[in-house]
RNA sequence: GCCGAUGUAGCUCAAUGGUAGAGCAAUUGAUUUGUAAUCAAUAGGUUGGGGGUUCAAUUCCCUUCAUCGGCUCCA
């Protein structure tokens, strides 16, 4: 009997007896064998020195591929649990996944982690790495295993195998004197962590909710080599220089002052430039699009919040009312009562539908101290909202333009990936169930036809309808949610909202609450992390600074100033006696994408001398060129 | 909200119990300059707020506010 084993390239191994995934791998050859992390086999993912008894399917991972890094990560998460053992033998461990880039540990302790803790765990982590412990892995029942765990007095592991079936396979990983409950795989030797470092601490909940224990978390990033290392600290620093938060006071864009309150923003004049021109495209775009702009009320009466329940499922993140002529009054949390409000105050017929209603609406809502977070996370936000009411029938069609809508103008801000989300039907959810599922299967369609990669996210969607979101993944590989295309078989219910229908009865449509930016303000901040401060032309506040040599030239440059201005680009001059180097540094720190350096040769010849941030000296050029040249940019 | 760190001039940062400093920015003056920082002078502070210990507090303690990093990712 033989055994065959066939690769991801569709060559097929054979052998007379049982093989580990290892010396498949050497076989191929010795590097790929040293590079390997762990096996998948048949789709399920295994030690390399896991024995292949039978036909399969052999997938080799490496640091290369996700499954490789992720396993990378959780065995040096081992490897860091171990060296926290031995140096603080009182501490018991919890779990210690990777994640994204790197991994945790949480542990559970009376004193956080010091820095200087942090150092001593990270040299005994490295000692470890030299003694070059095997992984080893071992099944047993689940009796055993809470066996060991209670000898240890782990708490935190009882706690967990108590929650596995009884019939599950349990398995322990040990390397050197450090044992774990753990369901692998693993890289075979702690020799294979090459580079480890461990990046900060912080507090965490036993299972993420607040009401249990907060333990401490160590987090740590591990690669196998130095180089990587060292690129992905840089690459820390470079997410540094691109935060909006540091740009924003670089570029004097906006600022949030302790007297005005947290997470409140206060738009300085070049931020606000840059909104208003965002804003401006946005209404444009959507009065193409047939929506319809609207203004509502910063407040709302409490029998408003009632009627559509946010008073009972939205209250704490709602502001507490105030009082005017005895009744309570609610700053809003969301546009949608107004708007549904608007829609109510006339009758309608199918014929109007679908109606869309838009408004870049600002909102109040309280967010907890600890969560505030620059533009992303803040208490007053201005959403860039609409509403779609419509008729079953029209459903499918409003869904397709908005997907098409949204990605369109996301493009239209520079952005090339996305990452997409179908959320479903969660527990507790309100609506009837064919409604659920013919929004559900619309949503999916479009994405379909569309051909648009996209994740479900089963049960995800809110308790009043299934949705899609858009995320936009910066150049960092952030992700950051703007768009939302929700259902909601909540409001229209609750408002009693009717459309009456060519049967002359009415009937009640559909609702799609729609934010293609998101807030204006989470996406100004990504908008501005994703170009690192370098906005398109179109957004930027100054988009030309004019700098005359001398004095001598004030006359001349200021004459094109004002041409530039009459042709609608958005100029400064710098007049300022100082040198040329010193007014062209400053206006490449302001990152102002044109200068025009205009000196007594310029004058002589009626020409300017074009300047591009970050590129350099363009030559010089008459006026109109400059113009052709700074609009190819647009 | 919880855990930890931080809070000194507009910005970036010094000063460990004994009169609070620097660079940049600002203001003034000189310089009129050719592609990323000209020189000099001046001004700028209740060291986040409040309380305490001390002869003396930016420094030590308490409290409060804010900021930063975390608090979903199943062994």
């Not at 996700?66 to 990560?73: A, I, K, L, N, R």
């Not at 203004?295 to 005017?324: C, D, Q």
């Not at 520079?414 to 599922?437: C, H, N, Q």
């Not at 401060?533 to 004019?546: A, D, I, K, R, S």
Request: proline fraction near 4%.
């Amino acid at each position: 009997m033989s055994i065959n084993i066939s690769l991801p390239d569709g060559s097929i191994k054979t052998y007379a007896k049982a093989v580990t995934a290892l010396e498949v791998a050497t076989e191929i050859s010795p590097r790929l064998a040293d590079a390997a992390i762990c096996a998948e086999v048949n789709g399920k993912l295994v030690d390399l020195d896991h024995l292949i008894e039978a036909d399969s399917k052999l997938v080799l991972h490496t640091f290369k591929t996700e499954p490789g890094q992720e396993v990378y990560w959780h065995s040096t998460a081992h490897l860091m649990a171990q060296a926290v053992k031995q140096l603080y033998p009182e501490v018991k461990v919890t779990i210690g996944p990777a994640i994204e880039f790197g991994f945790y540990y949480d542990f559970d302790r009376d004193t956080p982690f010091t820095d200087d803790e942090l150092i001593k765990i990270e040299d005994r982590m490295k000692e470890l790495i030299k003694a070059n412990h095997s992984y080893s892995r071992r099944e047993l029942s689940k009796a055993e295993a809470m066996d060991i765990f209670a000898k240890m007095n782990e708490s935190y592991k009882l706690e967990i195998l108590a929650e596995i079936p009884d019939t599950d396979v349990i398995s322990t990983y040990t390397q050197g004197d450090f044992i774990d409950l753990c369901r692998g795989p693993h890289i075979s030797s702690t020799g294979k962590i090459k580079a480890v470092k461990l990046l900060k601490t912080s507090g965490a909940y036993w299972r993420g909710d607040e009401k249990n224990k907060m333990l401490h978390r160590i987090y740590g990033i591990s690669f196998p080599s130095n180089k990587e290392l060292t690129e992905y600290l840089a690459f820390l620093e470079e997410a540094k220089n691109r935060d909006h938060r540091k740009l924003a006071r670089d570029l004097d864009l906006f600022s949030i002052n302790d007297e005005v309150g947290p997470g409140l923003v206060l738009w300085h004049p070049n931020g606000a430039m840059i909104r208003h021109l965002i804003e401006a495209y946005w209404k444009e775009e959507h009065l193409r699009k047939g929506y319809k702009l609207v203004y509502t009320p910063h407040v709302g009466r409490s029998k408003l919040w009632e009627t559509s329940g946010h008073l009972g499922f939205y209250k704490e993140n709602m502001y507490a009312p105030m009082e005017i002529e005895e009744q309570d009054y609610y700053i809003k949390p969301m546009n949608c009562p107004f708007h549904i409000a608007i829609y109510k105050a006339n009758h309608h017929s199918y014929r109007e539908l679908p109606i869309r209603l838009a408004e870049l609406g600002t909102v109040y809502r309280y967010e907890r101290s600890g969560v505030l977070h620059g533009l992303m996370r803040v208490r007053g936000f201005t959403q860039d909202d609409a509403h779609i009411i419509c008729t079953p029938e029209q459903m499918d069609t409003e869904v397709d333009k908005l997907i098409t809508f949204s990605l369109d103008m996301l493009k239209h801000f520079g952005f090339k990936e996305f990452m997409i989300y179908l959320s479903t039907r969660p527990e507790g959810s309100v609506g009837e169930a064919e409604d659920w599922d013919a929004a559900t299967e619309s949503l999916r369609r479009s994405l379909e036809k569309q051909g648009l990669d996209y994740k479900v996210d089963e049960g995800g969607g809110a308790f009043y309808g299934p949705k899609i979101d858009i995320k936009i993944k910066d150049a960092l590989g952030r992700a950051w949610q703007c768009t939302t295309i929700q259902f909601d078989f909540n409001l229209p219910a609750r408002f009693n909202m009717e459309y009456i229908g060519a049967d002359n009865t009415p009937h009640r449509p559909y609702m799609i609450h729609r934010a293609v930016l998101g807030s204006v303000e989470r996406f100004f901040a990504t908008l501005l992390e994703y170009h690192s401060g370098n906005l398109p032309l179109w957004l930027c506040p100054t988009q030309v600074m004019v700098i005359p040599i001398t004095d001598n030239q004030l006359e001349y440059a200021n004459k094109l100033v004002e041409k530039l201005q009459l042709l609608g680009l958005r100029t400064e001059i710098d007049t300022r006696g100082e040198k040329i180097g010193y007014k062209i540094r400053d206006a490449e720190l302001k990152k102002i994408p044109f200068m025009c350096v205009v000196g007594k040769n310029e004058e002589a010849n009626n020409f300017v001398t074009l300047r591009q941030h970050t590129i350099g000296d363009l030559g010089s050029m008459d006026f109109d060129d400059a113009v052709k040249t700074i609009r190819s940019h647009q």
